[in-house]
């Protein structure tokens, strides 16, 4: 059976017995057929060709929740960049079949056109998100995290989760939706998810599917740079380390640095003098050719 958003009509479908929606009105009668006083509410927004990361994610809200919504929407608004969008991987069917190895009867899928998200125009706020937003991602990808505060905030308000889960793999993204639950005082708890990764240590990510065999076992330096920085960061100060995560992607013929960041783990801003008691992290950005990845490291 060929399913995308469009076919999906009005009410749920019930493919391989997975309930999947592409309207918030039939997927809130359901909800609220199902809330009473104790029922948790549990919604893991992803942009779906998922894999063990959002797994992981789903997986931690089935233990806190009652039900856990899983949306799955390719956001226009926060791509910068027209040709990322579309070859973002759209893979809805294959998305419910690992979805089903959960063999949960309490995950709904919600995987909406633009329109039921945005209405007729697809548009984003702009937030301030206490300089935040200003940093890494925010510098290399503008607009971006408008984009994101946008779709999340529309998440929130459709489904009204009691907790919502994000990967630390977007530690970024997880500062900025903190930002936004403590400024509009949305009553939803935010839960921190862990980073999975491959064998070789690579984050897992749904780009990764664009990476060729030889490619992925390249992008594996990614993190390693990232591990031999943690070890570095106890003796060496943060110039020196950067210096040398330079010559490591230098003369690489696969990987472009984009950026490398030690930073403050609550304020994103670059590390200036080490101080006590305070968490730094290491971030980057990487292209294995056309395929832009992130990752990061706690690093103390
Ligand atoms: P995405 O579909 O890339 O927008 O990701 C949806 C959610 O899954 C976000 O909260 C991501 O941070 C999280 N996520 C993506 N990859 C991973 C990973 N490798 N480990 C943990 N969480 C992840």
Redesign the pocket.
């Known amino acids: 059976m060929q399913i995308n958003a469009n076919s999906l009509s009005l009410q749920a479908v019930n493919f391989q017995m997975m309930k999947v929606f592409a309207r918030k009105h039939a997927l809130n009668t359901l909800l609220a057929q199902k809330k009473e006083e104790s029922f948790q509410l549990g919604l893991?927004?992803?942009?779906?060709?998922l894999?063990q990361?959002?797994l992981?994610?789903i997986q931690s809200a089935l233990k806190d929740n009652d039900c856990v919504v899983v949306s799955i929407f390719v956001n226009p608004t926060q791509f910068n960049n027209a040709s990322d969008l579309n070859h973002y991987p759209r893979t809805l069917e294959a998305d419910i079949k690992k979805l089903k190895t959960l063999s949960s009867p309490n995950i709904m899928v919600y995987a909406p056109e633009a329109e039921d998200i945005y209405g007729t125009t697809i548009s984003k706020q702009s937030f301030n998100f206490d300089g935040l937003e200003h940093q890494m991602e925010g510098k290399f990808r503008p607009g971006h995290f408008d984009g994101v505060g946008t779709v999340v905030q529309r998440l929130f308000e459709i489904v009204q989760p009691n907790n919502a889960?994000?990967?630390?793999?977007?530690f970024q993204?997880?500062a900025i939706i903190r930002k936004l639950v403590e400024l509009t005082k949305f009553p939803v708890k935010i839960v921190g998810?862990?980073?999975?990764?491959e064998k070789n240590g690579l984050?897992?990510?749904?780009r990764n599917v664009r990476l060729t065999d030889i490619e992925q076992t390249h992008a594996a330096k990614i993190f390693s740079v990232l591990k031999t920085t943690k070890e570095k960061f106890g003796t060496e100060d943060a110039t020196k380390i950067k210096e040398w995560v330079d010559q490591q992607f230098e003369n690489d013929p696969i990987l472009t640095l984009e950026y490398f960041e030690i930073s403050n783990e609550l304020t994103l801003e670059p590390i200036d003098e080490k101080q006590d008691k305070m968490k730094y992290r290491a971030f980057i950005a990487v292209y294995v050719r056309e395929v832009r990845l992130i990752d990061n490291i706690a690093l103390n």
């Open positions: 893991v927004p992803t942009m779906g060709a894999h990361g959002h992981s994610l889960y994000f990967g630390e793999k977007d993204q997880l998810c862990p980073i999975s990764r984050a897992m990510s749904s």
